[in-house]
């Protein structure tokens, strides 16, 4: 009969688990900690922007020189350099939950609407910067659900004489959740750029007043 040795067959035993152990955090634990320590925190951090709900009255981007100073000093304000031909800066506000989505990326231009709309392949995420570095437009990207960015535009706001630009945070419409609203005042008076999803499914329309043509 023949004589198997205990500790020979623990000692296998051991080896077994360790060669697992080597295998799984070589082939395993990668995936498993971009899954937890990526995927994970980047789903909660994009929920939070497509659920983004400021209050109508909150301002995103401020030109007149003592509201963007006053605003400069608050939680979540920037400033940021005029568009050409103009001197000073101006006051944006940049969400916090788009800093956390953006967190490897500087976010410098105002966010003036950010929110999921309703499309065809289900709920779109979509946002619209201000950018301005010789004029000011409006920069719109659309990603789809399960993909990545599908769909951008760039449309130019364009403003006559040399009076002062404010924007307020984008409002989606309680009436039809594929229509929001981006509300400005330019020269002292009062402005609302209208922007809805296609039923195309990537692609938003945009209704500028006359005097942002």
Not at 34 to 46: A, G, V
Not at 113 to 124: A, D, I, N, Q, R
Request: with cysteine; net charge positive; aromatic share 14%.
């Amino acid at each position: 009969m023949a004589f198997k040795c205990p500790a020979l067959k623990n000692v296998n035993r051991v080896a077994a688990l360790v060669l697992l152990a080597i295998i799984a955090y070589m082939f395993v634990w990668p995936r498993l900690a971009h899954y937890l320590f990526r995927d994970i925190p980047e789903f909660f951090r994009e929920r939070s922007c497509r659920q983004y709900d400021p209050p109508p009255n909150l301002v995103v981007y401020e030109e007149e020189p003592a509201a963007a100073k006053a605003l400069s000093g608050r939680d979540g304000y920037e400033t940021v350099a005029l568009p050409k031909g103009r001197s000073g800066v101006a006051a944006i506000y940049i969400p916090r939950c788009w800093k956390d989505l953006n967190w490897n990326v500087k976010c410098s231009n105002s966010v003036l609407f950010l929110h999921e709309l309703p499309s065809k392949s289900g709920k779109s995420f979509v946002w619209v910067e201000l950018h301005g570095q010789d004029e000011l437009f409006l920069y719109t990207r659309v990603a789809l659900p399960g993909r990545p960015v599908d769909s951008f535009r760039t449309l130019p706001f364009l403003r006559r004489g040399r009076g002062y630009v404010r924007f307020y945070a984008g409002q989606i419409d309680a009436a039809d959740p594929s229509h929001f609203t981006i509300r400005y005042t330019l020269d002292g008076k009062d402005g609302i750029i209208h922007g809805r999803m296609r039923k195309g499914d990537h692609w938003l329309d945009f209704e500028f007043p006359e005097a942002a043509r």
